[in-house]
């Protein structure tokens, strides 16, 4: 399973990429917002920090305007996966971009039903929202499951992006489905590393080496 990052705060993914563990970044426009800086500073940066896929999300909600940004983006860097929202007019640019060898992201989905549209207009990645599931009482890694069966059954080559991570279980619910992706905030990506035993350990294991003559 990949790990991407779901963040555009450059000092977190400077930080957290340096573990060794981070395959990609994945942003939006809430996350490009919260960091006060601009696009083309941040995103110039991420390709520095992360030599993986990064999803950059279009603002257009037409066809037309959605396939412009996409191709405009593609020319930034050979990483970046344009992210595309799930709806009709996402569907067709999808179409078109997939044609054009532009990579996609689609973003923003809720139901095994939209992940199936989105693979047979050739998204490279769908990014099922869990946490936002989770929160209107919806059990939001059930379509994981769902949409990583129906792949298999038919040989989607589209990759599933586990978002909208709120806590650790998540990530571990979606490596156990199979998920390619989970794309992770950096506070739960603190605390998977993080196991008070582990804590205890070291610290008695120093203690104990004080006691060792010299
Ligand atoms: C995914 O690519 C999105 O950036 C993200 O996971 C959204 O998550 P949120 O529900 O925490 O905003």
Known sequence: MKIFLDTADLDEIRELASWGV?????????????????????????????????????????????IKEARDLAKIHK?????????????KAVKRLSKEGVKTNVTLVFSANQAI?????????????????????NEGMK??????QIFRNYDFKTKVIV???RHPIHVIQAAKIGADVVTIPPAVLRKMVKHPLTDIGIE????DWKKVPK
Request: charged share 25%; no cysteine.
């Open 79 to 91: 990483n970046v996966v344009v992210k595309i929202p799930m709806t009709s007019e996402g569907l």
């Open 163 to 165: 978002s909208s991570v």
């Open 22 to 66: 981070i395959d990609g970044v994945t942003t939006n426009p809430t996350l490009i917002a919260r960091t006060g800086k601009s696009f083309k500073e941040i995103v110039d940066e991420i390709f520095k920090l992360v030599d993986g896929p990064i999803s950059l999300e279009v603002i257009s909600t037409d066809a037309e305007g959605m």
């Open 117 to 137: 549209l989105a693979a047979k207009a050739g998204a490279t990645y769908v990014s099922p929202f869990i946490g936002r599931l989770d929160d209107i009482g």
């Open 143 to 148: 379509i994981v499951e769902e949409i990583v």
């Open 204 to 207: 008695r294991f120093l203690e």
